[in-house]
């Protein structure tokens, strides 16, 4: 990735159109999409509060839909370009196929193809906190709290 563009201003600016993007209300009842995404955030930092591949991918997993609502998680990773690791890029790419396995609706080589990766585990998480990520009137950091918390969790780590 460029080293002079701040990775952190480029997900923020990814994010921002997420609030204007209006789902569903039977599937979406917490109204906008950096709603849902900013609960999938605070949700998995409850649970991985030190994985900050995972911690993006559940932050970042939607930024796709406004750019092409169509092909919304080639877009985001296109978006994304260098700016993630390929870990979190496996997790955003794979999270609706994960939640299709957990519906039951995912052909079997798909499925063991999921199961025999090493993030498997993650992916399931992930794709769990998306369906729980959907409560109306929950408190959630804006994309600056969640910034500062990944910035600081970088340095901690020592990036």
């Known amino acids: 990735s460029d080293e002079s563009v701040d990775r952190f ?6 994010l921002a159109p997420l609030e204007k993007v209006k789902e569903n209300r039977k599937t979406h009842p917490e109204g906008d999409l950096l709603y849902h995404s900013l609960q999938v955030f605070e949700l ?9 591949e995972f911690l993006l991918a ?20 296109d978006a994304l370009g260098g700016f993630i690791t390929d ?10 196929e994960a939640k299709a396995l957990e519906d039951r609706t995912l052909g079997a ?10 993030d498997f585990e993650e992916l399931m998480l992930l794709a ?18 969640a910034m500062k918390y990944l910035r600081d969790l970088t340095e901690m780590c020592g990036e």
């Open 58 to 77: 559940a932050l970042l997993h939607e930024v796709g839909k406004p750019i092409d609502p169509r092909e919304p998680l080639d877009a985001a990773i």
């Open 109 to 118: 080589r798909s499925r063991r193809r999921l199961q025999a990766a090493e």
């Open 87 to 96: 870990r979190t890029a496996w997790l955003i790419e794979h999270h609706v």
């Open 9 to 14: 201003h480029v997900y923020a600016m990814l």
């Open 44 to 52: 998995g930092r409850q649970q991985l509060p030190y994985d900050e």
């Open 128 to 145: 769990r906190l998306d369906r729980q990520g959907r409560q109306v009137g929950v408190r959630v950091p804006d994309i600056e709290d």
